[in-house]
């Protein structure tokens, strides 16, 4: 199932349940053959032996579940730490199993022993889903939190977040399972920041012909460093063009650029820098144009992950009356710190 974006919640008729900041991932239980898999069926089990044998042990013998698994570090969720789980290397993924151990957050029932449960309203999966994993005590597979309160549902809004979540998904309660439907709703946070122009890619469509923007890349001052913080994206063909056509002014060598010495180290970084490969690139082309960074804008964001924006920030509008050095890590909200065990209920 999928979720469309809310403002508002719903006074009446939905069950609220943190959203996770994970991996989303189907569990398919068959006695003791357990196979985890992504939202599209991609498998998983490989790369989380601790979580399949925990899976193994406390869940019923035959059980289809939708759920996220999440790694967490201290006493918030770590993406880029669960990132690094997925590795061909099996020695790799047996060191990393022990050393950042991942967990599995159930949220949903889908078939239990011979009953598919698609077509029954959450409610009643949801009560279902308690019955089944009654009893369960285990510090790497839990049953999500969920209530029927609007106002709770707000405060976990606001508190979750310390502790890594991505914002809270409503589900109606008498809705059956769509897959792949954006029946559920999903209230994530909205922060803007004012960020420094540092490049641009080139957008797939571009041609020598007709050059097109693709993304912008930003960063933001961390005191005599221009730190990459993400990209801003989602034009339209038309605004690309205007757009790199009107930046091309801005144009230096890379000799001459606050990244230069990034060209002598493009690999897996821990910083992820502006051109470099990772794992994740699956061999695309990173190189960007380096630009002057004197132009500012401001765009909107969800949340940090480390110190970078964990999705695409959103163009919202230029910034002519601010400098670029006054455009620095400061401005950006710090989420109350909050325990993760509390939000398991643990």
């Known amino acids: 199932m999928l979720a469309k974006p809310a403002k508002t919640f719903p006074t009446e ?90 967990q599995y957050a159930a949220f949903d029932l889908l078939a239990l022993g011979d009953e598919a449960y698609l077509d029954r309203p959450f409610s009643e999966r949801r009560a279902a889903l308690e019955s089944a994993l009654a009893g369960l005590s285990s510090p790497t597979v839990a049953l999500t939190r969920t209530t029927t309160d609007p ?78 913080i993400g990209v801003a994206a989602s034009f339209t063909e038309k605004r690309r063009a205007e757009l790199w056509d009107e930046l091309s002014a801005l144009v230096v060598p890379m000799s001459e650029h606050p990244w230069a010495a990034w060209e002598e180290w493009a690999v897996a970084n821990p910083s992820r820098a502006a051109g470099t490969q990772s794992r994740w690139s699956a061999g695309k082309d990173l190189s960007f144009t380096p630009l002057r960074p004197e132009r500012v804008l401001e765009v909107a964001y969800d949340h940090m992950e480390g110190r970078r924006f964990r999705h695409t920030a959103q163009f919202r509008r230029w910034r002519t009356d601010r400098d670029p050095e006054t455009c620095g890590y400061d401005q950006l909200d710090e989420p109350v710190s909050y325990d993760l065990a509390d939000v398991l209920g643990r």
Not at 85 to 97: G, M, T, V
Request: aromatic fraction near 8%; hydrophobic fraction near 40%; charge should be negative.
């Open 151 to 228: 106002a709770e549902a707000a405060a976990w809004f606001t508190q979750f977040e310390g502790a890594g979540l991505d914002g809270v998904i409503g589900k109606p309660l008498g809705g059956t399972y769509t897959p792949n439907q954006r029946t559920l709703l999903k209230f994530k946070h909205e922060r803007t920041a004012d960020v420094v122009l540092v490049g641009m890619r080139e957008h797939k469509n571009s041609t020598p012909e007709r050059r097109l923007l693709g993304s912008m890349l930003l960063g933001l001052w961390e005191g005599d460093n221009l730190a990459h």
């Open 13 to 102: 008729g939905y069950s609220y349940e943190p959203k996770w900041d994970g991996f989303r991932c189907l569990v398919f239980k068959d006695g003791d053959t357990v196979e985890l898999t992504s939202r599209n069926t991609k498998p998983l089990t490989r790369y989380f032996p601790e979580v399949v044998e925990a899976l193994r042990e406390v869940l019923p013998d035959r059980i289809v579940l939708d759920g996220e698994i999440f790694v967490a570090t201290g006493s918030r969720l770590e993406f880029d730490v669960l990132q690094e789980r997925i590795h061909p290397a099996a020695s790799r993924i047996a060191r990393l199993s022990a050393e950042t151990p991942a």
